[in-house]
């Protein structure tokens, strides 16, 4: 009785550990399986998705963003447009003539319609469209015992000029230092003021100095428009 009681017992011990071993060898074969499964797809996944958490890409709605171009810096303030900058620098080539000059050459220099000689009362005043002076051709007197060797002498009514948008003006001016008369550049508008403080007795302003507010002019020969005014000095 005890030996067929301990053979039913080996019996039943055999048949627990076969009946609990053969479950957890499959299950641990299927978890082997999935691992097998699923491995690849975590490693794909890994490797596609880390780059993108570092950059990520851009939005299908992005816009390119074009880098802003600086802002100009504020121009300063400028003349009219038909008056050039004024260029301070002497035109130490640029002979400043008087009314001898006038005399020894005046059929040189002179040219009717064309090179003329203005005494100028205004200058730069609007008539309409266009800009106009009030001037008049001097007479011109030379010969033996002329002061100066020449002068002109404003005797005749003063007329219009028309004067051209982008005339070249050059006006007088003093170098102290070498005392001598010189040529520069300047517009309509210092022209006026010029002329104006000039007719007054007064000095204009700096650089500029009084010539007797005569210019040689050149006209244009289809319109008769003023084109060029340089100053010539008569003292």
Same mark, same amino acid.
């Given at each position: 009785?005890?030996?067929?009681?301990?053979?039913?017992?080996?019996?039943?011990?055999?048949?627990?550990? #076969?009946?609990?071993?053969?479950?957890?060898?499959?299950?641990?074969?299927?978890?082997?399986?999935?691992?097998?499964?699923?491995?690849?797809?975590?490693?794909?996944?890994?490797?596609?998705?880390?780059?993108?958490?570092?950059?990520?890409?851009?939005?299908?709605?992005? #816009?390119?963003?074009?880098?802003?171009?600086?802002?100009?810096?504020?121009?300063?303030? #400028?003349?009219?447009?038909?008056?050039?900058?004024?260029?301070?620098?002497?035109?130490?080539?640029?002979?400043?003539?008087?009314?001898?000059?006038?005399?020894?050459?005046?059929?040189?220099?002179?040219?009717?319609?064309?090179?003329?000689?203005?005494?100028?009362?205004?200058?730069?005043?609007?008539?309409?469209?266009?800009?106009?002076?009030?001037?008049?051709?001097?007479?011109?007197?030379?010969?033996?015992?002329?002061?100066?060797?020449?002068?002109?002498?404003?005797?005749?009514?003063?007329?219009?000029?028309?004067?051209?948008?982008?005339? #070249?003006?050059?006006?007088?001016?003093?170098?102290?230092?070498?005392?001598?008369?010189?040529?520069?550049?300047?517009?309509?508008?210092?022209?006026?003021?010029?002329?104006?403080?000039?007719?007054?007795?007064?000095?204009?302003?700096?650089?500029?100095?009084?010539?007797?507010?005569?210019?040689?002019?050149?006209?244009?020969?289809?319109?008769?428009?003023?084109?060029?005014?340089?100053?010539?000095?008569?003292?």
């Amino acid at each position: 009785m005890y030996g067929h009681r301990h053979r039913h017992g080996r019996k039943l011990r055999h048949a627990i550990r #076969t009946a609990s071993i053969g479950p957890r060898r499959r299950a641990a074969a299927l978890g082997a399986l999935l691992a097998l499964v699923t491995l690849p797809a975590t490693a794909c996944s890994s490797s596609d998705s880390a780059p993108r958490s570092k950059s990520p890409a851009p939005s299908a709605t992005a #816009t390119r963003v074009t880098p802003a171009t600086p802002a100009a810096p504020a121009a300063p303030r #400028t003349p009219e447009a038909h008056e050039p900058t004024p260029d301070l620098t002497p035109e130490k080539e640029a002979k400043v003539y008087t009314p001898a000059d006038f005399c020894k050459n005046k059929d040189k220099l002179l040219e009717p319609a064309k090179r003329i000689v203005l005494s100028i009362a205004n200058a730069g005043e609007k008539n309409g469209t266009m800009r106009t002076m009030g001037a008049a051709e001097p007479k011109l007197n030379c010969g033996p015992g002329v002061d100066n060797d020449g002068y002109f002498d404003t005797d005749v009514p003063l007329g219009p000029y028309y004067v051209a948008d982008n005339v #070249t003006v050059r006006l007088l001016t003093y170098d102290g230092a070498t005392q001598r008369m010189e040529l520069r550049s300047a517009g309509i508008t210092t022209l006026a003021d010029v002329v104006k403080s000039c007719a007054a007795g007064a000095t204009p302003a700096k650089p500029y100095t009084c010539g007797g507010n005569l210019f040689y002019a050149t006209l244009d020969e289809k319109t008769g428009v003023v084109t060029h005014l340089t100053g010539i000095f008569q003292s």
